[in-house]
């Protein structure tokens, strides 16, 4: 079974530029969770779609981000303008059950993309 | 005050000894305890769970959760220096979203 797959898995920008994250959730897998991991810390979700819809974007910093997961499968994540805090890797994870499972539904995570903002 | 708290270490130790690595946490509607591994540069990866208190052995693993004390444990026998990473500890509320709530991550190394 391949894993969660992301691109690219380094970017350097400038800040006030805009920057785009790809995801490829694992074949199946309902929910797809995209988290902000800065350095030394635990990772952070910033959303959580199942399917393509949108379950939690509480910590999402809507002036700036956004993301979209067209069709279910593969999503994107955005930054525009990108800010100097927003240097980390952003992690990419799914899952096989949604909200009416009960019980764990393990999440696979992705390599991540690390950005770094000049 | 973070839901869960996590010492950062980082904590070395030789091969062969026990390790102990701990989180406490605040949020009791938490039921789904998980400890991750996360090897440098890469993305976490599951090593185990427990739901509700109790204990969970696997291999040289040992989960422990004590929901009275609001205290999660996880024990690495025998320690051997490829156990060497971050190790992540996250908890879930048992319905509802499957939302994670990480700690900050202990760093650990193990000496050979």
């Known amino acids: 079974e391949a894993g969660v797959a992301q691109s690219p898995r380094y970017k350097i920008i400038e800040k006030r530029q805009s920057v785009a994250f790809w995801c490829n959730p694992i074949?199946?897998?309902?929910?797809l969770y995209w988290y902000q991991q800065i350095l030394g810390q635990g990772p952070k979700l910033l959303i959580q779609?199942?399917?393509?819809?949108?379950?939690?974007d509480s910590q999402l910093p809507k002036d700036r981000f956004s993301a979209e997961r067209l069709k279910g499968v593969d999503s994107t994540l955005k930054i525009q303008p990108a800010k100097l805090e927003d240097s980390a890797v952003y992690l990419c994870a799914s899952s096989r059950g949604g909200l009416r499972d009960r019980g764990l539904s393990e999440a696979f995570f992705g390599q991540g993309t690390r950005l770094t903002v000049v | 005050q973070k839901e869960v708290e996590q010492d950062p270490g980082p904590l070395s130790v030789p091969e062969g000894a026990i390790v102990s690595l701990n989180c406490t946490y605040s949020?009791?509607?938490?039921?789904?305890f998980m400890w991750y591994r996360q090897y440098s540069r890469k993305g976490p990866e599951l090593l185990m769970y427990?739901?509700?208190?109790g204990n969970k052995e696997d291999g040289r693993f040992t989960a422990q959760v004590d929901k009275s004390s609001k205290y999660i444990s996880l024990f690495i026998r025998d320690s051997q220096p490829s156990d060497s990473a971050t190790y992540l500890c996250?908890?879930?509320?048992?319905?509802?979203?499957?939302?994670?709530?990480f700690g900050q991550g202990t760093r650990l190394t193990i000496n050979p």
């Open positions: 996250a908890m879930n509320r048992i319905q509802g979203a499957q939302k994670l709530v």
């Open positions: 949020n009791s509607a938490f039921q789904y």
């Open positions: 427990t739901y509700s208190s």
């Open positions: 779609f199942q399917n393509n819809g949108v379950v939690d």
């Open positions: 074949s199946g897998h309902a929910t």
